[in-house]
């Protein structure tokens, strides 16, 4: 039986540093039937050009769009939506060109795929990284919480999914109104609130690195004006997604953090 393609979606920004680090993890990859699609978004840097070097990568630098957004967040969901275009595979793969993988994370992806038909989605576990020598482990996500319509949810380069299911939740994605969402909080309510679709592999297969200059770091410090208005965003678009499916939504922390965007 032929085994699944897989496409590894790498999204590429000015992080030269990391660019071979995280296309070599791919490439030492135990799973062989895969491709990798390297999306450069106008990096100012040499980031595609280091990943040009690699023969058996595609690469691609598009122009960036003139999003009206001082974040990242479009950019970033841009990227992924312009390497699906570019991919072939039935189970696409995230990875942020700053994180990189174990060399049997895709094995395990398929594997999980083919002992569960029906799944359309998974999350693996992140590695937190730091350095070679300062990484550690967190058990903190998990998929058995059904009261809740925010899950805890790992992040963009622990995604893998169907191309199918992916191809069907594109125009929430999309959705420019909420501006702050990045794709990984997107795909996981979606996933979860529409679909019921949310479950977490407990396997660690992601090196998840902690970058101190990096957009979360700088731009949403925590119970900044930002990241207060970010969490605003994320509850209406769950609100915005039961109201489509005629669900009721009750959450207490969506009428504290309304109130602490009226001060801030």
């Known amino acids: ?14 992080k030269e ?38 023969k ?15 974040f990242n967040t479009f950019f970033q969901i841009d990227n992924y939506l312009y390497g699906l275009r570019k991919s072939k595979g039935s189970i696409i793969s995230f990875l942020d060109v700053d994180d990189f993988y174990k060399i049997n994370k895709i094995k395990n992806v398929v594997e999980y795929f083919e002992s569960n038909k029906k799944s359309k989605i998974v999350f693996d576990k992140p590695i937190i990284y730091f350095s070679e020598k300062n ?20 992040p963009t380069s622990c995604i893998s999914i169907k ?11 999309k959705n420019k109104k909420f501006s702050l969402l990045a794709i990984d909080f997107r795909i996981a309510v979606i996933s979860k609130v529409v679909f019921n679709e949310f479950k977490i592999f407990n396997k660690y297969l992601t090196f998840y690195f902690q970058d101190e200059k990096g957009s979360e770091s700088t731009n949403y410090k925590k ?18 997604l039961l109201k489509k499916n005629k669900i009721k939504y009750k959450n207490l922390d969506y009428y504290l953090t309304k109130m602490i965007n009226f001060f801030v």
């Open 135 to 154: 990484f550690f482990t967190k058990d903190i996500y998990k998929d058995t919480d059904r009261g809740t319509f925010w899950p805890k949810f790992p």
């Open 1 to 14: 039986m032929k085994k699944p393609l897989v496409s590894i979606l790498i999204a590429s920004y000015n």
């Open 163 to 173: 191309r199918n299911f992916f191809l069907k939740i594109l125009i929430e994605l």
């Open 56 to 70: 058996k990568v595609k690469t691609y630098k598009k122009k960036r769009k003139n999003l009206k957004s001082k």
């Open 223 to 240: 119970f900044g004006k930002n990241w207060w208005n970010r969490r605003m965003q994320a509850h209406e678009f769950i609100i915005y």
């Open 17 to 54: 540093k990391y660019v071979k680090r995280c296309i070599k993890s791919c490439l030492d990859q135990t799973y062989k039937n895969i491709e990798i699609i390297f999306v450069d978004d106008s990096s100012s840097d040499n980031s595609y050009k280091i990943a040009k070097e690699f």
